[in-house]
């Protein structure tokens, strides 16, 4: 049973450019959890979907950063006109319908270095 | 609102020392409480989690936590530290009908031959 796969593993953009991160969850894995990992800073909560619905979207910087979890496919976090500042490790987690005390199961982080 | 605070963003022991990581959080309804750990450019791994069952909890590779109700805390404890118990580990807590996990900054234990 395949993990919490990521795509890209790494990431180069220039200044301005957009960043495209791919999440495709665990089998049977219904909710999509994205987190920013920067130094020192631990994991901060980004957004929380389901199949075609952003649940909690609490985390996202309200410019430049989108979101969508399709029927079809994979979860998809969009940075537009990227800055420095972007350069993070960036974590998606997925978690079974029945959640409550269950734990997120994690990917291996796709890592986004701006120039 | 959940929080984690985590004490000793690094922590250092020699091999066959005890392990303790200190994690205590704030919750305004009973939470769920985990531990993760990370190895240098991985993801998160689960240790163990508290769900109410009993409040001493056994995880993997020999670490095991306690939830103590009047201290607030959950912290993480390993009776022998081995060479590959190196890395960062996160504390993190859910509840209060949010499905997200909250974590702490994470303490970064090295062990030391």
């Known amino acids: 049973n395949a993990g919490v796969m990521q795509n890209p593993r790494h990431l180069v953009r220039r200044r301005g450019q957009e960043a495209r991160l791919r999440c495709s969850p665990m089998k049977g894995h219904s909710h999509v959890y994205w987190y920013r990992q920067l130094p020192e800073e631990g994991l901060k909560f980004m957004v929380y979907l389901q199949k075609e619905n952003i649940i909690d979207e609490s985390g996202m910087p309200k410019e430049r950063f989108s979101a969508e979890f399709p029927k079809e496919g994979p979860s998809i976090l969009r940075i537009q006109q990227v800055v420095r500042g972007d350069s993070a490790a960036y974590f998606c987690?997925?978690?079974?319908?029945?959640?409550?005390?269950?734990?997120?199961?994690f990917g291996e982080g796709s890592r986004l270095t701006v120039l | 609102a959940q929080s984690v605070t985590q004490l000793g963003s690094h922590v250092s022991v020699s091999e066959g020392a005890l392990v303790l990581l200190r994690c205590n959080y704030s919750s305004s309804v009973p939470p769920y409480l985990f531990w993760y750990v990370q190895y240098p450019n991985q993801g998160l791994q689960l240790l163990l989690k508290y769900t109410s069952a009993a409040t001493l909890v056994k995880g993997i590779n020999g670490f095991e936590a306690e939830f103590k109700k009047s201290e607030t805390s959950f912290h993480l404890t390993k009776p022998s530290a081995h060479m590959s118990d190196a890395a960062e580990y996160f504390c993190?807590?859910?509840?209060?009908?949010?499905?997200?996990?909250?974590f702490g900054k994470g303490t970064k234990l090295t062990v030391n031959p």
């Open positions: 987690a997925s978690s079974p319908l029945t959640s409550g005390p269950g734990e997120l199961f």
């Open positions: 993190a807590v859910k509840g209060g009908g949010s499905e997200k996990l909250v």
